[in-house]
C-alpha cells in the first residue's frame, strides 16, 4: 500500500499517513461517509495492551485509525528519548493482524471483517512546526497546561509529563479528529486528565463521553501490567517486577478489611521491601527503588488523609497507584477502589 510521505517504510497493508494534510484528505472522506471514527494513540513498541485497546475500537467503530508517535515533550532532558524502544515493522504486523467480524443486526446481511484502517506516524516537525526542546525553559509556541491536575501522582515524579501529553493530544485529536478514543487504566492519571481536556476544551472530537478507559492488561502468569519499557527490563529484573502489582493488591486488602489510608501504604513498602532483601539473598543482581505508593482522590487527584478508610470513601473511586524503579525501568501500576465502573468504561 502505497504512504502518503514516506519511502522508507516497511510494505504495510494498512495505509500509513505522515503528513497531517494526507490524513485529512482520508478523514475527509469518513466524514461524507458519516463513518465513525475510533482512535488509539501510542508510541509504538506495541504489545497486548495497545491491542486491547485497538480491539476495542475496531468493535465500536467503523473505522480506527493507530497513531505512533514517540513524543519529545512528555520526555524530561534526563529520560529515556533515545533509548525508548522503537519496533515500527513489528508494530505494523501487529497491528495488520488484528481483526473483528461486525455482525449485521439483520441477519441476512453479510458479517463485515474490519481492520485497523490507518496508521498515523508524524515526523517531529509536522507535530512541533515551532520545534521542540525537551527543557520547558527554552520551548518556543503552543503548550497545553491542565492546571491543577498534573502536578500529584505521575506529575509528582515527571513535573513536565503531563503539559507534554496533553500538547501532544490536543494536536493528535486536532488531526484525527475521532469520534471516539481509547486510552489505557495503566496511565490512569493520563486517560482522566485527557478526559478533562476535552470538558475544559469543549472538544467534539472526541467529546469526553467519548474518551474511554480501558483495562490494564497484564502478563498472564505474573500479572506485571504490560508496558514498552518493560523491554529494558533484565532477567533479574523481570523476576522482581512483579511485586508491584502484588503490593498495590496487599494495600488493597488492606483497605477492604478496613485499615487506614497511612496502613495500606506501609503494607505495600512492606511487601517491597521484603522482596528486596529475597533478591538480595538470592544473589539477583537488581537494584529496586521505590518512587511512590499512594491513595488519591479520583476526581482531583489529591491526596487522601492519612486516616481514611473505606467506610469513609465509600463507592467513591479511590486511585491506588505506585511505581517502581526496576534498575533503569519504572514501572508504574494502580487499582481503582471503590466503584472502578464509574472510570473503566
Ligand atoms: N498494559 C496496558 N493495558 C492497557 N492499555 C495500555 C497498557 N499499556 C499501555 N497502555 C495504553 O496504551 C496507550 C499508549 O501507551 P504507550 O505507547 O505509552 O505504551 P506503554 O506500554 O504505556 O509505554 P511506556 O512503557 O512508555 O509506559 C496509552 O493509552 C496507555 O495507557
Ligand atoms: C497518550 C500518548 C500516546 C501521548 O504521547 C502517550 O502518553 C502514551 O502512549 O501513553
Ligand atoms: N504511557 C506513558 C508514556 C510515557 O511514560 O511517556
Same mark, same amino acid.
Not at 70 to 96: G, K
Not at 128 to 155: C, D, L, R, W
Not at 259 to 271: D, F, G, M
Given at each position: 500500500?502505497?504512504?502518503?510521505?514516506?519511502?522508507?517504510?516497511?510494505?504495510?497493508?494498512?495505509?500509513?499517513?505522515?503528513?497531517?494534510?494526507?490524513?485529512?484528505?482520508?478523514?475527509?472522506?469518513?466524514?461524507?461517509?458519516?463513518?465513525?471514527?475510533?482512535?488509539? /494513540?501510542?508510541? *509504538?513498541?506495541?504489545?497486548?495492551?495497545?491491542?486491547? #485497546?485497538? %480491539? $476495542?475500537?475496531?468493535?465500536?467503530?467503523? +473505522?480506527?485509525?493507530?497513531?505512533?508517535?514517540?513524543?519529545?515533550?512528555?520526555?524530561?532532558?534526563?529520560?529515556?528519548?533515545?533509548?525508548?524502544?522503537?519496533?515500527?515493522?513489528?508494530?505494523?504486523?501487529?497491528?495488520?493482524?488484528?481483526?473483528?467480524?461486525?455482525?449485521?443486526?439483520?441477519?441476512?446481511?453479510?458479517?463485515?471483517?474490519?481492520?485497523?484502517?490507518?496508521?498515523?506516524?508524524?515526523?517531529?516537525?509536522?507535530?512541533?512546526?515551532?520545534?521542540?526542546?525537551?527543557?520547558?525553559?527554552?520551548?518556543?509556541?503552543?503548550?497545553?497546561?491542565?492546571?491543577?491536575?498534573?502536578?500529584?501522582?505521575?506529575?509528582?515524579?515527571?513535573?513536565?509529563?503531563?503539559?507534554?501529553?496533553?500538547?501532544?493530544?490536543?494536536?493528535?485529536?486536532?488531526?484525527?479528529?475521532?469520534?471516539? /478514543?481509547?486510552? *489505557?487504566?495503566?496511565?490512569?492519571?493520563?486517560?482522566? #486528565?485527557? %478526559? $478533562?481536556?476535552?470538558?475544559?476544551?469543549? +472538544?467534539?472530537?472526541?467529546?469526553?463521553?467519548?474518551?474511554?478507559?480501558?483495562?490494564?492488561?497484564?502478563?498472564?502468569?505474573?500479572?506485571?501490567?504490560?508496558?514498552?519499557?518493560?523491554?529494558?527490563?533484565?532477567?533479574?529484573?523481570?523476576?522482581?517486577?512483579?511485586?508491584?502489582?502484588?503490593?498495590?493488591?496487599?494495600?488493597?486488602?488492606?483497605?477492604?478489611?478496613?485499615?487506614?489510608?497511612?496502613?495500606?501504604?506501609?503494607?505495600?513498602?512492606?511487601?517491597?521491601?521484603?522482596?528486596?532483601?529475597?533478591?538480595?539473598?538470592?544473589?539477583?543482581?537488581?537494584?529496586?527503588?521505590?518512587?511512590?505508593?499512594?491513595?488519591?482522590?479520583?476526581?482531583?487527584?489529591?491526596?487522601?488523609?492519612?486516616?481514611?478508610?473505606?467506610?469513609?470513601?465509600?463507592?467513591?473511586?479511590?486511585?491506588?497507584?505506585?511505581?517502581?524503579?526496576?534498575?533503569?525501568?519504572?514501572?508504574?501500576?494502580?487499582?481503582?477502589?471503590?466503584?472502578?465502573?464509574?472510570?473503566?468504561?
Amino acid at each position: 500500500m502505497s504512504t502518503a510521505a514516506g519511502s522508507q517504510l516497511p510494505p504495510s497493508s494498512i495505509p500509513i499517513y505522515t503528513t497531517v494534510a494526507a490524513y485529512r484528505e482520508w478523514r475527509r472522506k469518513a466524514f461524507e461517509e458519516r463513518k465513525s471514527v475510533g482512535f488509539v /494513540a501510542t508510541m *509504538g513498541a506495541l504489545h497486548e495492551g495497545h491491542l486491547s #485497546l485497538v %480491539k $476495542r475500537s475496531l468493535a465500536e467503530n467503523d +473505522l480506527t485509525v493507530v497513531s505512533i508517535f514517540v513524543n519529545p515533550a512528555q520526555f524530561a532532558p534526563h529520560e529515556d528519548l533515545a533509548t525508548y524502544p522503537r519496533t515500527f515493522p513489528q508494530d505494523l504486523e501487529l497491528l495488520s493482524a488484528q481483526s473483528y467480524t461486525a455482525s449485521h443486526a439483520d441477519s441476512t446481511e453479510p458479517s463485515v471483517i474490519r481492520k485497523a484502517s490507518a496508521v498515523f506516524l508524524p515526523t517531529v516537525p509536522e507535530m512541533y512546526p515551532s520545534g521542540i526542546s525537551q527543557n520547558t525553559a527554552e520551548q518556543k509556541g503552543t503548550f497545553i497546561e491542565v492546571k491543577g491536575y498534573g502536578h500529584q501522582m505521575e506529575g509528582k515524579s515527571r513535573p513536565t509529563f503531563f503539559r507534554g501529553v496533553a500538547t501532544v493530544v490536543i494536536k493528535l485529536f486536532n488531526a484525527i479528529e475521532p469520534t471516539n /478514543a481509547y486510552f *489505557g487504566q495503566k496511565d490512569i492519571q493520563q486517560a482522566l #486528565l485527557l %478526559k $478533562r481536556l476535552s470538558r475544559d476544551l469543549l +472538544l467534539s472530537h472526541p467529546d469526553p463521553n467519548h474518551i474511554h478507559i480501558i483495562p490494564t492488561a497484564r502478563d498472564p502468569s505474573t500479572e506485571l501490567a504490560l508496558s514498552s519499557r518493560n523491554a529494558y527490563l533484565t532477567q533479574d529484573g523481570h523476576k522482581v517486577a512483579p511485586v508491584l502489582r502484588e503490593a498495590l493488591k496487599a494495600a488493597e486488602t488492606s483497605w477492604d478489611e478496613g485499615a487506614t489510608k497511612s496502613e495500606c501504604v506501609q503494607n505495600a513498602v512492606a511487601v517491597i521491601e521484603t522482596r528486596k532483601a529475597l533478591a538480595l539473598s538470592d544473589g539477583l543482581n537488581v537494584d529496586m527503588r521505590l518512587d511512590y505508593v499512594e491513595l488519591n482522590n479520583s476526581d482531583d487527584f489529591e491526596v487522601i488523609d492519612a486516616q481514611s478508610r473505606k467506610s469513609e470513601a465509600g463507592s467513591h473511586p479511590v486511585i491506588l497507584s505506585g511505581a517502581l524503579w526496576v534498575d533503569k525501568t519504572r514501572l508504574i501500576d494502580n487499582i481503582i477502589l471503590g466503584d472502578g465502573n464509574k472510570i473503566i468504561a
